[in-house]
Structures are given as C-alpha cells and as structure tokens.
C-alpha cells in the first residue's frame, strides 16, 4: 500500500533551518515528481517546490527562491525539502505530495495522487 510520511518539523528562529523528509514506501519514488505544498491558518494551501524526474528538474515559488533546496535520494525513497534563512512567513504545514499520473511538476494540489500527513514548522524567536 502507498504512503508517505513527512518528517523533520519543528520550531526554528528566524534566520534559522530546518529539513524537511517525504519517504514513500509501496512505490518507487525516485520515478515521480514530488511536490511541497504548505498551509497555514486560514490560508489555502499553496505549493512550494517540487523535484521533477526529468533531469531532476527543481522549481519553487519566488518566495522561497534562494533558500529551499529540493533533493532526492532514489535509494532511500526520500525527498528532502532544506529550508535555510526561515522567515515568520514560512510558518505553516507543510505537505509533500507525489505525482503518479505524469512525470511533470505542478503547482495545483489537484495534480498529485498521494499525500503526507504533514509536519508543522513554526518560525519564532
């Protein structure tokens, strides 16, 4: 049975990082697209990265440009999310979705067939 279980949450200062993990178990990771998404209260959740399988691909909203990182490790069915220079805006649940349908990254939470359960960041002095 698929599933994805993201990791790595937690409290940070600003300034501060964190690494997010997304490990999938009954599929082969390392040949989807993999998206991060985020939700904060009474926000909807929008999309903030995602690794495609083609030449490993990276996108990321222009918010997060410069200091999130994507990466995968196909061996060990992980997507890391590396977030550095952590903003109060960062603040939110953070998602990570896989893509089973196609191999092309998108930004529209409807595009992505499986889910995590999500793992809280919260970014406070």
């Known amino acids: 049975q698929a599933r994805i279980v993201e990791s790595g949450g937690g409290l940070a200062e600003p300034g501060g990082s964190l690494r997010l993990s997304c490990v999938a178990s009954?599929?082969?990771?390392?040949?989807?697209?993999v998206g991060w998404f985020r939700q904060a209260p009474g926000k909807e959740r929008e999309a903030v990265g995602c690794?495609?399988?083609?030449?490993?691909?990276?996108y990321y909203i222009d918010s997060v440009k410069g200091r999130f990182t994507l990466s995968r490790d196909s061996a060990a069915k992980t997507v890391y999310l590396e977030m550095t220079n952590l903003k109060p805006e960062d603040a939110a649940v953070y998602f990570c979705?896989?893509?089973?349908?196609?191999?092309?990254?998108?930004?529209?939470?409807?595009?992505?067939?499986?889910w995590g359960q999500g793992t809280q960041v919260t970014v406070s002095s």
């Open positions: 009954g599929f082969p990771l390392g040949y989807n697209p």
């Open positions: 979705a896989v893509n089973v349908a196609d191999f092309y990254c998108a930004a529209y939470p409807n595009r992505y067939t499986f």
């Open positions: 690794i495609s399988t083609t030449d490993e691909q990276t």
